[in-house]
Protein backbone atom coordinates (compact mmCIF):
# COMPACT_ATOMS: atom_id res chain seq x y z
CA UNK A 1 0.00 0.00 0.00
CA UNK A 2 1.39 3.49 -0.64
CA UNK A 3 1.22 5.82 1.88
CA UNK A 4 0.74 9.81 1.57
CA UNK A 5 1.10 12.68 3.46
CA UNK A 6 -0.39 16.15 3.48
CA UNK A 7 -1.10 16.38 0.37
CA UNK A 8 -3.03 19.62 0.31
CA UNK A 9 0.42 21.63 0.44
CA UNK A 10 2.23 19.11 -2.08
CA UNK A 11 1.90 21.00 -5.23
CA UNK A 12 3.50 18.58 -7.13
CA UNK A 13 1.05 15.40 -6.58
CA UNK A 14 -1.32 13.96 -8.65
CA UNK A 15 -2.57 10.51 -8.45
CA UNK A 16 -2.63 8.96 -11.69
CA UNK A 17 -5.08 6.51 -11.65
CA UNK A 18 -8.97 7.40 -11.17
CA UNK A 19 -9.87 6.09 -7.62
CA UNK A 20 -12.46 5.22 -5.24
CA UNK A 21 -12.02 6.78 -1.63
CA UNK A 22 -13.24 6.27 1.60
CA UNK A 23 -12.77 9.40 3.79
CA UNK A 24 -12.75 8.92 7.96
CA UNK A 25 -11.32 9.39 11.11
CA UNK A 26 -11.26 5.13 11.26
CA UNK A 27 -10.24 5.41 14.92
CA UNK A 28 -9.80 2.32 16.19
CA UNK A 29 -10.44 0.42 12.59
CA UNK A 30 -13.56 -1.48 13.82
CA UNK A 31 -16.27 -3.63 12.05
CA UNK A 32 -17.91 -0.54 10.63
CA UNK A 33 -14.35 1.25 9.45
CA UNK A 34 -14.04 -2.42 7.84
CA UNK A 35 -17.22 -2.88 6.11
CA UNK A 36 -16.65 0.72 4.95
CA UNK A 37 -13.40 -0.17 3.46
CA UNK A 38 -14.30 -3.07 1.95
CA UNK A 39 -16.99 -2.13 -0.19
CA UNK A 40 -14.48 0.73 -1.06
CA UNK A 41 -12.24 -2.46 -2.60
CA UNK A 42 -15.53 -3.73 -4.21
CA UNK A 43 -16.48 -0.78 -6.19
CA UNK A 44 -12.82 0.03 -7.39
CA UNK A 45 -12.47 -3.55 -8.46
CA UNK A 46 -15.79 -3.49 -10.14
CA UNK A 47 -14.18 -0.21 -12.34
CA UNK A 48 -10.61 -1.58 -12.64
CA UNK A 49 -9.50 1.85 -10.38
CA UNK A 50 -7.76 2.05 -7.22
CA UNK A 51 -8.94 2.12 -3.93
CA UNK A 52 -7.45 4.12 -0.74
CA UNK A 53 -8.27 5.38 2.33
CA UNK A 54 -8.26 8.88 3.70
CA UNK A 55 -7.79 10.40 7.07
CA UNK A 56 -6.48 13.16 9.76
CA UNK A 57 -4.17 13.47 12.43
CA UNK A 58 -4.87 15.31 15.03
CA UNK A 59 -8.22 13.63 14.84
CA UNK A 60 -10.69 16.84 14.45
CA UNK A 61 -12.16 16.67 17.43
CA UNK A 62 -9.36 17.64 19.61
CA UNK A 63 -9.05 20.71 17.17
CA UNK A 64 -12.11 21.59 17.46
CA UNK A 65 -13.52 20.88 20.37
CA UNK A 66 -10.30 20.45 22.77
CA UNK A 67 -12.49 21.11 25.94
CA UNK A 68 -14.42 17.77 25.18
CA UNK A 69 -11.39 16.00 26.72
CA UNK A 70 -11.87 13.36 24.00
CA UNK A 71 -9.34 9.91 23.99
CA UNK A 72 -8.41 8.01 21.19
CA UNK A 73 -8.92 4.34 20.87
CA UNK A 74 -5.95 4.42 18.46
CA UNK A 75 -3.59 7.40 20.03
CA UNK A 76 -0.77 6.81 17.21
CA UNK A 77 -1.42 7.72 14.15
CA UNK A 78 0.71 5.64 12.13
CA UNK A 79 -0.50 2.40 14.12
CA UNK A 80 -4.10 3.46 12.55
CA UNK A 81 -2.01 3.79 9.26
CA UNK A 82 -1.13 0.11 9.72
CA UNK A 83 -4.26 -0.96 10.83
CA UNK A 84 -6.02 0.70 7.41
CA UNK A 85 -2.93 -1.40 5.44
CA UNK A 86 -4.09 -4.29 6.99
CA UNK A 87 -7.08 -4.16 4.58
CA UNK A 88 -5.31 -4.42 1.49
CA UNK A 89 -5.85 -0.76 -0.16
CA UNK A 90 -3.91 0.57 -2.21
CA UNK A 91 -3.70 3.62 -0.82
CA UNK A 92 -3.71 5.34 2.17
CA UNK A 93 -3.37 9.18 2.86
CA UNK A 94 -2.26 10.91 6.34
CA UNK A 95 -3.59 14.53 6.49
CA UNK A 96 -2.42 16.86 9.02
CA UNK A 97 -5.21 18.97 10.39
CA UNK A 98 -3.93 22.19 9.83
CA UNK A 99 -5.35 25.58 10.40
CA UNK A 100 -5.96 25.94 6.33
CA UNK A 101 -7.22 22.01 6.16
CA UNK A 102 -9.86 22.50 8.45
CA UNK A 103 -10.86 25.84 6.98
CA UNK A 104 -11.97 24.39 3.66
CA UNK A 105 -15.44 24.44 2.39
CA UNK A 106 -16.99 21.30 1.70
CA UNK A 107 -16.72 22.35 -2.03
CA UNK A 108 -12.78 22.97 -1.65
CA UNK A 109 -12.56 19.75 -0.18
CA UNK A 110 -14.19 17.72 -2.85
CA UNK A 111 -12.23 19.85 -5.27
CA UNK A 112 -9.13 18.69 -3.35
CA UNK A 113 -9.87 15.03 -3.43
CA UNK A 114 -10.44 14.68 -7.12
CA UNK A 115 -7.30 17.47 -7.67
CA UNK A 116 -4.85 15.01 -5.55
CA UNK A 117 -6.19 11.60 -5.80
CA UNK A 118 -8.20 11.21 -8.86
CA UNK A 119 -11.67 10.37 -7.20
CA UNK A 120 -14.24 9.60 -9.03
CA UNK A 121 -16.19 7.43 -5.84
CA UNK A 122 -16.25 8.67 -2.54
CA UNK A 123 -17.35 6.15 0.21
CA UNK A 124 -18.45 7.42 3.65
CA UNK A 125 -20.45 6.33 6.78
CA UNK A 126 -23.87 6.86 7.21
CA UNK A 127 -23.11 9.66 10.11
CA UNK A 128 -20.17 11.72 8.04
CA UNK A 129 -19.72 15.42 7.98
CA UNK A 130 -16.78 17.15 6.55
CA UNK A 131 -15.69 20.39 5.68
CA UNK A 132 -15.96 24.25 7.55
CA UNK A 133 -18.48 24.05 10.73
CA UNK A 134 -19.24 20.48 9.00
CA UNK A 135 -21.72 22.01 7.08
CA UNK A 136 -20.69 18.73 4.12
CA UNK A 137 -23.19 16.56 5.45
CA UNK A 138 -24.38 13.08 3.74
CA UNK A 139 -27.49 15.83 2.22
CA UNK A 140 -24.79 18.27 0.90
CA UNK A 141 -22.65 15.32 -0.44
CA UNK A 142 -25.13 13.71 -2.66
CA UNK A 143 -26.24 17.55 -4.27
CA UNK A 144 -22.41 18.07 -5.12
CA UNK A 145 -22.31 14.53 -5.78
CA UNK A 146 -24.74 15.67 -8.73
CA UNK A 147 -23.12 18.94 -9.76
CA UNK A 148 -19.40 18.04 -9.72
CA UNK A 149 -19.57 14.77 -11.83
CA UNK A 150 -18.48 11.78 -8.79
CA UNK A 151 -20.28 9.53 -7.48
CA UNK A 152 -21.29 8.24 -3.65
CA UNK A 153 -21.52 5.34 -1.61
CA UNK A 154 -23.67 6.13 1.74
CA UNK A 155 -22.33 2.82 3.94
CA UNK A 156 -24.44 2.19 7.35
CA UNK A 157 -21.97 1.13 9.99
CA UNK A 158 -23.76 -1.89 11.14
CA UNK A 159 -21.76 -5.49 12.66
CA UNK A 160 -23.22 -8.58 11.80
CA UNK A 161 -25.11 -8.96 14.42
CA UNK A 162 -27.02 -6.05 13.66
CA UNK A 163 -25.74 -3.73 16.20
CA UNK A 164 -24.39 -0.34 15.55
CA UNK A 165 -20.75 0.14 15.45
CA UNK A 166 -19.16 3.31 15.81
CA UNK A 167 -15.98 4.53 17.49
CA UNK A 168 -18.08 6.28 20.17
CA UNK A 169 -19.49 2.59 21.02
CA UNK A 170 -15.87 1.13 21.22
CA UNK A 171 -15.04 3.98 23.26
CA UNK A 172 -17.93 3.36 25.94
CA UNK A 173 -17.64 -0.57 25.90
CA UNK A 174 -13.63 0.10 27.02
CA UNK A 175 -14.75 2.53 29.86
CA UNK A 176 -16.98 -0.14 30.94
CA UNK A 177 -14.61 -3.00 30.69
CA UNK A 178 -16.30 -4.55 27.97
CA UNK A 179 -12.82 -6.28 26.40
CA UNK A 180 -14.65 -9.07 24.90
CA UNK A 181 -16.97 -6.77 23.13
CA UNK A 182 -14.27 -4.30 21.84
CA UNK A 183 -11.88 -7.01 20.52
CA UNK A 184 -14.30 -8.30 18.58
CA UNK A 185 -15.40 -5.53 17.04
CA UNK A 186 -11.70 -4.46 16.04
CA UNK A 187 -9.68 -5.22 13.41
CA UNK A 188 -6.88 -5.40 16.12
CA UNK A 189 -7.04 -6.86 19.63
CA UNK A 190 -6.74 -3.19 21.66
CA UNK A 191 -3.22 -2.57 22.83
CA UNK A 192 -1.67 0.78 24.63
CA UNK A 193 2.18 1.68 23.58
CA UNK A 194 4.56 3.99 26.12
CA UNK A 195 7.82 3.52 28.01
CA UNK A 196 8.88 1.87 31.12
CA UNK A 197 9.45 4.28 33.86
CA UNK A 198 10.19 3.78 37.33
CA UNK A 199 7.65 2.77 39.98
CA UNK A 200 7.38 2.17 43.79
CA UNK A 201 9.25 -0.99 43.64
CA UNK A 202 6.40 -2.46 45.45
CA UNK A 203 6.20 -5.51 43.07
CA UNK A 204 9.70 -6.32 43.91
CA UNK A 205 9.45 -6.88 47.56
CA UNK A 206 5.95 -8.96 46.81
CA UNK A 207 7.48 -11.31 44.60
CA UNK A 208 5.04 -9.95 41.21
CA UNK A 209 7.43 -7.15 40.25
CA UNK A 210 6.53 -4.85 37.26
CA UNK A 211 7.02 -2.61 34.35
CA UNK A 212 5.02 0.55 34.98
CA UNK A 213 4.28 2.07 31.95
CA UNK A 214 4.27 5.80 30.71
CA UNK A 215 1.98 6.27 28.25
CA UNK A 216 3.32 8.31 25.18
CA UNK A 217 -0.10 9.74 23.88
CA UNK A 218 -2.35 11.62 26.87
CA UNK A 219 -5.13 10.69 24.22
CA UNK A 220 -4.90 7.64 24.61
CA UNK A 221 -7.78 5.77 26.35
CA UNK A 222 -7.49 3.63 28.73
CA UNK A 223 -9.99 0.29 29.83
CA UNK A 224 -11.77 0.11 33.16
CA UNK A 225 -9.71 -0.26 36.02
CA UNK A 226 -8.53 -3.79 36.83
CA UNK A 227 -6.72 -6.51 36.03
CA UNK A 228 -6.14 -8.18 32.93
CA UNK A 229 -4.38 -11.14 31.12
CA UNK A 230 -2.18 -9.21 28.12
CA UNK A 231 0.87 -9.59 25.88
CA UNK A 232 3.64 -7.51 26.32
CA UNK A 233 5.53 -6.91 23.34
CA UNK A 234 9.04 -5.98 23.49
CA UNK A 235 10.64 -6.18 20.02
CA UNK A 236 9.18 -8.30 17.69
CA UNK A 237 8.74 -10.66 21.25
CA UNK A 238 5.35 -11.05 22.80
CA UNK A 239 5.18 -12.27 26.81
CA UNK A 240 2.60 -13.92 28.83
CA UNK A 241 1.77 -10.69 31.20
CA UNK A 242 -0.80 -9.83 33.64
CA UNK A 243 -1.63 -5.67 33.81
CA UNK A 244 -3.18 -3.80 36.82
CA UNK A 245 -5.16 -0.31 35.88
CA UNK A 246 -5.82 1.63 38.47
CA UNK A 247 -5.18 3.53 41.61
CA UNK A 248 -3.80 0.81 44.06
CA UNK A 249 -6.95 1.24 46.48
CA UNK A 250 -4.51 -1.00 49.25
CA UNK A 251 -1.88 1.91 49.07
CA UNK A 252 -4.13 4.82 47.98
CA UNK A 253 -2.01 5.81 45.36
CA UNK A 254 -3.17 9.48 43.82
CA UNK A 255 -2.60 9.17 40.45
CA UNK A 256 -3.69 6.28 37.59
CA UNK A 257 -0.91 3.97 37.02
CA UNK A 258 -0.61 1.34 34.65
CA UNK A 259 1.74 -1.96 36.01
CA UNK A 260 2.16 -4.88 34.17
CA UNK A 261 4.10 -8.49 35.78
CA UNK A 262 5.72 -10.48 32.70
CA UNK A 263 5.28 -13.81 33.50
CA UNK A 264 8.89 -15.77 33.63
CA UNK A 265 11.10 -12.71 32.89
CA UNK A 266 13.43 -10.86 34.66
CA UNK A 267 15.30 -8.88 32.74
CA UNK A 268 16.10 -4.39 33.69
CA UNK A 269 13.78 -2.92 30.72
CA UNK A 270 14.05 0.52 32.44
CA UNK A 271 12.72 3.55 29.93
CA UNK A 272 12.51 0.68 26.61
CA UNK A 273 9.81 0.57 24.28
CA UNK A 274 6.92 -1.89 25.33
CA UNK A 275 3.62 -2.50 23.61
CA UNK A 276 0.94 -4.33 25.93
CA UNK A 277 -2.15 -6.30 23.98
CA UNK A 278 -5.52 -6.75 25.91
CA UNK A 279 -6.71 -10.35 25.64
CA UNK A 280 -8.92 -10.79 28.51
CA UNK A 281 -10.28 -9.01 31.87
CA UNK A 282 -10.05 -10.81 34.77
CA UNK A 283 -11.15 -8.85 37.62
CA UNK A 284 -12.16 -5.56 38.70
CA UNK A 285 -9.65 -3.68 41.00
CA UNK A 286 -9.98 -4.37 44.99
CA UNK A 287 -9.11 -2.84 48.07
CA UNK A 288 -7.80 -5.09 50.35
CA UNK A 289 -7.50 -5.35 54.18
CA UNK A 290 -3.71 -5.65 54.29
CA UNK A 291 -0.29 -6.77 51.99
CA UNK A 292 -0.77 -10.64 52.72
CA UNK A 293 -4.12 -10.47 51.20
CA UNK A 294 -2.95 -8.73 48.28
CA UNK A 295 -0.31 -10.94 47.80
CA UNK A 296 -2.79 -13.88 47.95
CA UNK A 297 -5.13 -12.57 45.54
CA UNK A 298 -1.55 -11.87 43.20
CA UNK A 299 -1.19 -15.55 43.21
CA UNK A 300 -4.58 -16.27 42.24
CA UNK A 301 -4.66 -13.90 39.46
CA UNK A 302 -1.37 -15.11 38.06
CA UNK A 303 -2.58 -18.94 38.06
CA UNK A 304 -5.94 -17.54 35.96
CA UNK A 305 -3.37 -15.75 33.46
CA UNK A 306 -1.04 -18.89 33.40
CA UNK A 307 -4.69 -20.85 32.65
CA UNK A 308 -5.60 -18.47 29.99
CA UNK A 309 -2.94 -19.03 28.17
CA UNK A 310 -2.88 -22.65 28.40
CA UNK A 311 -6.05 -22.13 26.60
CA UNK A 312 -5.27 -19.96 24.03
CA UNK A 313 -1.52 -20.13 23.23
CA UNK A 314 0.50 -16.99 21.53
CA UNK A 315 0.33 -17.92 17.70
CA UNK A 316 1.37 -15.59 14.96
CA UNK A 317 -2.34 -14.03 15.20
CA UNK A 318 -3.24 -11.59 12.64
CA UNK A 319 -5.46 -10.08 15.57
CA UNK A 320 -1.81 -8.27 16.65
CA UNK A 321 -0.71 -5.35 15.48
Known sequence: MKKLNNLLNDLSYKHSRESVVAVGNFDGVHLGHQKILNTTKEIASSINGDCGAFTFAPHPVLVVRPEKGMKLIVSDYQDRVKMIEKMGLDFSVLEYFSESFRTLSPKDFILFLQKKLNMIHLVVGDDYSFGKNREGNI???????????????????VGPDGRRVTSSYIRKMLKKGALRTVNRYMLNNFFIKGYVESGFRRGHVMGYPTANLKLYSDFQLLPKGGVYATLTQI????????????????????????????????????YEKIKI????????EIKFKGIEALIKQLRTDKNDVIQYFENHPITENSRIL
Do not use: C, W
Request: aromatic content about 12%; glycine content about 4%; hydrophobic content about 35%.
Open 235 to 270: GSTLYPSMTNIGYNPTFQNREQTIETHILNFNKMIY
Open 277 to 284: HFMERMRD
Open 139 to 157: EALEIMSREMGFKITVVPE
